[in-house]
């Protein structure tokens, strides 16, 4: 079993800057796909980025593509969100994700993801 937890969330101003960060308890997951996804209040649960195994291969939601970046850790064991000219639109709860079992590019169906953290809040104020 694998136990995620994210962390770097909180409120900060539109235009600023959050760094998540997600990593495992118990075991690795340096040998899984990872992925970030956000939940507003009243909204759907939705795909925000997710990178591959190795992290070579990323992949972006269009309303985040060249606002945020996905990185892993040196170990490949630590997931990372940068999220920089953040909107108040981004505010939500963030969740990481990982997928056991590797499509062949970073998925953003959140229902191959087989285990999940219990998420971050991020508030952007305007």
């Known amino acids: 079993q694998v136990q995620l937890v994210e962390s770097g969330g909180g409120l900060v101003q539109a235009g600023g800057s959050l760094r998540l960060s997600c990593a495992p308890s118990?075991?690795?997951?340096?040998?899984?796909?990872m992925g970030w996804f956000r939940q507003a209040p009243g909204k759907e649960r939705e795909f925000v980025a997710a990178?591959?195994?190795?992290?070579?291969?990323?992949n972006y939601a269009d309303s985040v593509k060249g606002r945020f970046t996905i990185s892993r850790g040196n170990a490949k064991n630590t997931v990372y969100l940068q999220m920089n000219r953040l909107k108040p639109e981004d505010t939500a709860k963030y969740h990481c994700?990982?997928?056991?079992?590797?499509?062949?590019?970073?998925?953003?169906?959140?229902?191959?993801?087989?285990?999940w953290g219990q998420g971050t809040q991020v508030t952007v104020s305007s």
């Open positions: 994700a990982a997928q056991t079992l590797y499509s062949g590019s970073p998925d953003t169906y959140g229902s191959n993801y087989d285990y």
């Open positions: 118990g075991r690795t997951v340096s040998e899984y796909a």
């Open positions: 990178i591959s195994w190795d992290g070579f291969s990323t």
